[in-house]
């Protein structure tokens, strides 16, 4: 498919060659290529937002070096060969720094596509920012010396999801049901794997895959989850996809715990209380507002005094930007040529917590504490509620980063 998807946008690379060299003076642009419009479009305005909330508070205190950060937006609709004729619309802009999140397939040909942008432009320099494109792949088989990856990988959240559903004896049927494309399929492969090694006592019911953000009615699937007599299903749905998937749970009385990648995503939080099921809808991430971590608390009152109808935003998006930004400052230089030797092996306190994660040399991948929450009745003082619930999201268990790592099967080229 690479190969493919390459091709379709070679004719639009030639251009590159005559792309503008240089930054506008003064000025470090961001290239922000994420669905805009269309299905995936309310996931994809929730990173806009954010880095426009970053940009403005960077460039409040002086910027970075003294220059300004701008992002600019480019629609990709979700699709890779669209993805890719915005990149290069991007670096013929002059923006030489990518940034994107949403879909592994649109960030496996990126990765592809900025690697061999850099190959046949030797000096120039375009780096890729992931914030969320979570194939394993892409940081393994697949690994670029272009592409840093902020979020945990697939493969880290599983190991994370399946060590808690281990501690938790009273779950012996699980039913997994995830989206038809890379991604979801890799989230199967490794809970099939996991599971079986970690506990022989948990039997897997069901594996199911659907077409990714076309069904309407989750019904006919709901129906087959209570048939098999699952008590818990493991999901990365993500979108309208889980929003209905779990509207069509309530519908049915389908009363099981629910094991997710994505339920904090737009949507979610509303199909989960319309669901009636509080405190059984699990997701792992790296960090969720109601964190007792003061520092990340006041920054999440800010963003959702800005945006009043965006009350989630990615804790991921600020480690990727504070990285950048201190290796910028670290190589004298916002020319990715420079900047990148000084992301590799990097250090960080997260956003989230304040704990220590880093930046993995070999392979480009960013390893922090991940959080396991559910969503339902918050106590406390003032809790951080969604979309309008009078529901928030709980910790219920923490994975620190020394645990978090697995190794890798990169071989990096590097320039």
């Given at each position: ?6 091709a379709?946008?070679?004719?639009l690379s ?48 002086g ?38 999140g ?87 492969d490794a ?12 039997r ?68 989960i ?64 040529v ?7 092996g ?56 020394k ?13």
């Open positions: 498919m690479k190969a493919a998807v390459f379709a946008a070679l004719g030639l251009s590159g060659l005559a792309a503008q060299s240089a930054l506008a003076a003064g000025t470090i642009r961001i290239g922000y290529v994420d669905p805009l419009s269309g299905a995936g479009a309310s996931a994809g305005q929730i990173g806009l937002n954010q880095l426009d909330f970053i940009a403005d508070r960077i460039n409040a205190k910027g970075v070096l003294g220059e300004k950060v701008k992002i600019v937006p480019y629609d990709n609709k979700l699709s890779p060969q669209t993805s890719l004729v915005q990149v290069q619309k991007a670096i013929d802009d002059g923006v030489d720094i990518i940034v994107q949403n879909g592994s397939a649109v960030g496996s040909a990126i990765e592809d596509y900025v690697t061999k942008y850099n190959e046949r432009n030797p000096g120039k320099g375009v780096v890729y920012l992931n914030y969320g494109a979570i194939d394993p792949s892409i940081t393994n088989a697949d690994c670029s010396y272009w592409q840093f990856s902020f979020d945990a990988n697939v493969n880290v959240k599983m190991e994370a999801l399946t060590n808690f559903i281990r501690s938790r004896p009273s779950i012996k049927k699980v039913y997994l049901i995830n989206q038809d494309y890379d991604f979801g399929h890799s989230v199967a809970a099939v794997r996991m599971l079986k090694s970690k506990d022989p006592g948990v897997i019911v069901g594996d199911e895959f659907h077409p990714l953000l076309k069904v309407t009615d989750f019904s006919p699937y709901i129906a087959k989850i209570k048939a098999s007599g699952a008590d818990s299903v493991i999901t990365a749905d993500w979108g309208q996809d889980l929003a209905l998937l779990l509207k069509a749970a309530g519908d049915a009385g389908l009363k099981v715990n629910w094991y997710t990648y994505y339920a904090g995503l737009t949507g979610g939080p509303t199909a209380k319309q669901a009636d099921l509080p405190d059984h809808v699990f997701q792992v991430n790296e960090g969720v507002n109601n964190v007792s971590y003061q520092p990340a608390r006041k920054v999440a009152t800010e963003y959702i005094a800005r945006y009043k109808s965006d009350p989630y935003f990615y804790p991921k998006l600020f480690n990727l930007t504070d990285m950048l930004f201190q290796a910028i400052r670290e190589a004298g230089s916002a020319e990715p420079k900047f990148v030797p000084k992301l590799e990097m250090e960080y306190k997260t956003f989230s917590s304040g704990q220590d994660g880093f930046m993995r040399a070999k392979d480009h991948q960013f390893f922090q504490p991940l959080f396991i929450s559910t969503f339902g009745p918050v106590a406390g003082a003032h809790p951080f509620l969604d979309e309008g619930t009078g529901w928030g999201w709980k910790v219920v268990a923490e994975v620190p980063t645990a978090t790592i697995l190794p890798t099967t990169c071989h990096m080229k590097r320039p």
